[in-house]
């Protein structure tokens, strides 16, 4: 079965969050731990165009179709909803956070 492919866009928040991560990687580990860390989450992100049926539903946001999913990167969870005409990434969330934190990213707009 053949995938389609689809556009990422990526909202404001998880712009916001992906800076967020860089700078808690500058302070807590090093330039270049933080800088790799992001640089591969990127690559990920580029890669749900393609593999966005890959990961599992999210089970904090439950729905008939599955649209929303989540990526595991190390200790983050990146949320996303599948579109008919695109991808959209709507925040990065640590693992440790609530599940109201994660059910919040329903109601993003991109």
Same mark, same amino acid.
């Given at each position: 079965?053949? %995938?389609?492919?689809? +556009?990422? *866009?990526?909202?404001?928040? #998880? /712009?916001?969050?992906?800076?967020?991560?860089?700078?808690?990687?500058?302070?807590? =580990?090093?330039?270049?731990? #933080?800088? *790799? =860390?992001?640089?591969?989450?990127? *690559?990920?992100?580029?890669?749900?165009?393609?593999? !966005?049926? &890959?990961? +599992?539903?999210? @089970? =904090?946001?439950?729905?008939?179709?599955?649209?929303?999913?989540?990526?595991? &990167?190390? @200790? !983050?969870?990146?949320? !996303? @909803?599948?579109? +008919?005409?695109? /991808?959209? %990434?709507?925040?990065? /969330? &640590?693992?440790?956070?609530? +599940?109201?934190?994660?059910? #919040? #990213? @329903?109601?993003?707009? *991109?």
């Amino acid at each position: 079965m053949e %995938v389609e492919i689809r +556009p990422v *866009v990526i909202s404001d928040l #998880a /712009i916001e969050s992906l800076e967020n991560i860089y700078i808690y990687g500058l302070e807590t =580990f090093s330039y270049s731990s #933080a800088t *790799v =860390f992001v640089e591969e989450l990127y *690559v990920r992100l580029n890669q749900l165009s393609s593999e !966005y049926l &890959h990961h +599992p539903v999210c @089970r =904090f946001i439950p729905t008939k179709t599955g649209m929303y999913r989540n990526l595991q &990167h190390g @200790r !983050y969870l990146v949320i !996303y @909803r599948i579109k +008919p005409e695109r /991808i959209e %990434v709507l925040n990065i /969330i &640590h693992s440790s956070r609530s +599940p109201s934190k994660i059910k #919040a #990213a @329903r109601k993003i707009k *991109v």
